[in-house]
């Protein structure tokens, strides 16, 4: 029993490296060599756990989702924003896991796709299970838009950070970064009157759909004549 209890030990520690140097360096740069070095184990054990250094991403990519969820749920459902203690304990770890998947997504692999499919059925199991503060028409598509937002500002990261003149994956930027988004997702940015207008012109594309694929397709530029011509009057 001691012997299983120090292998998971061990499975744990090598996942951990693992996420901290892809992290870092990005799953090309890392090596099984690196991991096992960084874990204080062999390389035989880290194979012996998890057979590839792509099973390897994988069971880092289920650690990083599972450890954000349960953190959010700890956050907004069991009060835990309202305990400093807790938000301190946690935003270490939060942040490695922003890192982690800033460079996962952008590697344009079939991994990087499911993680972020996982992020959104989650996502949409949160909306249809009543753990927002809305309840959206669309959960799906409100999901999709939610996590392509959110993950969207780690993949600009280097965009944002200059923009900011702070790195977003560092403390000071991730803060500066966090209270924006905050003020995003408490301050509407349309009156209801607007948000109202709005859908009743959706709803008027989408009755008028069947129409748009061929004609739209058909349809000049708007400005242009053909053949290269200027605009007609």
Known sequence: ?????????????????????????????????????????????VRHHFGSKEALRDACDAHALDHAMAVKEEAIL?????????????????????RYLARSLVDGSPSAAALFDRMVDVTEQWAQAGRLPTRPADPRAFAAALVAMQTGLLMLHDQVSRALGADILDASGNLRLGRAVLDIYTHPLLTEDQAAQARAAYDQLQARQPLSSASSAAAPHVGGGRDGEGPRT
């Open 1 to 45: 029993m001691e012997r299983a209890n120090e292998d998971l030990t061990a499975k744990a520690r090598i996942r951990d490296a693992a996420l901290r140097l892809f992290a870092e360096q990005g799953f090309e740069a890392t090596t099984i060599r690196g991991v096992a070095a960084a874990a204080g184990v062999s390389s035989g054990l």
């Open 78 to 98: 069991a009060g835990g924003l309202a305990d400093s203690t807790f938000m301190a304990a946690v935003y270490p770890s939060m942040l490695l896991m922003q």
